[in-house]
T-cell receptor, first 113, second 111 residues
Framework: EPEVTQTPSHQVTQMGQEVILRCVPISNHLYFYWYRQILGQKVEFLVSFYNNEISEKSEIFDDQFSVERPDGSNFTLKIRSTKLEDSAMYFC???????????FGPGTRLTVT | GQQLNQSPQSMFIQEGEDVSMNCTSS?????WLWYKQDPGEGPVLLIALYKAGELTSNGRLTAQFGITRKDSFLNISASIPSDVGIYFC???????????FGPGTRLSVLP
């Protein structure tokens, strides 16, 4: 069964460093998303991406964040200068065009020290 | 922005009991998704609902799209220990691509 994959599973970085989180969405899906979940809290929408551009972003997704689809399979989230409060699980998700079933990856746990 | 409420926030039940939880919104939604999340893992899609009044089952799980389009319900019958986890609802408004998530219902199943 196709699934969304994410790497790395855990990333530890120092405050102020740049990180890139990687995702491979389900292959025939066209809508891609990044979400964040701070420990013990709900899933929060960051950004959606369609047709090689951002279609919507939340207030959390400020200038420190960017997304890219560098090739036909990967979808990345970059945080330019990490802050302590960026520590969270980051989930990638993708959706096809025939249904709106949104499938999540296993997440990357980002720890900023 | 839109807010979803889920109730109850948490529940403790005995194995074998049935469970009901719900999700409400101040906005009208055209799609509801229900997810289960285990600790340290990504949410797993359980059921998707697309029409007001729709009732859909997935094994022991049954979810309904409320007729007001502002709520949805999830029922689990004959609970088992592996049902433990956090259940999230997510809703999508008309003309939107994105989903907003509820805060979750934490389910504990006692043997």
């Amino acid at each position: 069964e196709p699934e969304v994959t994410q790497t790395p599973s855990h990333q530890v970085t120092q405050m102020g460093q740049e990180v890139i989180l990687r995702c491979v969405p389900i292959s025939n899906h066209l809508y891609f998303y990044w979400y964040r979940q701070i420990l013990g809290q709900k899933v929060e929408f960051l950004v959606s991406f369609y047709n090689n551009e951002i279609s919507e972003k939340s207030e959390i997704f400020d200038d420190q964040f960017s997304v890219e689809r560098p090739d036909g399979s990967n979808f990345t989230l970059k945080i330019r200068s990490t802050k302590l409060e960026d520590s969270a699980m980051y989930f990638c998700a993708s959706t096809g065009t025939e249904t709106y079933e949104q499938y999540f990856g296993p997440g990357t746990r980002l720890t900023v020290t | 922005g839109q807010q979803l409420n889920q109730s109850p926030q948490s529940m403790f039940i005995q194995e074998g009991e049935d469970v009901s939880m719900n999700c409400t919104s101040s906005s009208i939604f055209n799609t509801w998704l229900w997810y289960k999340q285990d600790p340290g893992e990504g949410p797993v899609l359980l059921i998707a609902l697309y029409k007001a009044g729709e009732l859909t089952s997935n094994g022991r799980l049954t979810a309904q799209f409320g007729i007001t389009r502002k709520d949805s319900f999830l029922n689990i019958s004959a609970s088992i220990p592996s049902d433990v986890g956090i259940y999230f609802c997510a809703g999508r408004e008309d003309y939107g691509q994105n989903f907003v998530f509820g805060p979750g219902t934490r389910l504990s199943v006692l043997p």
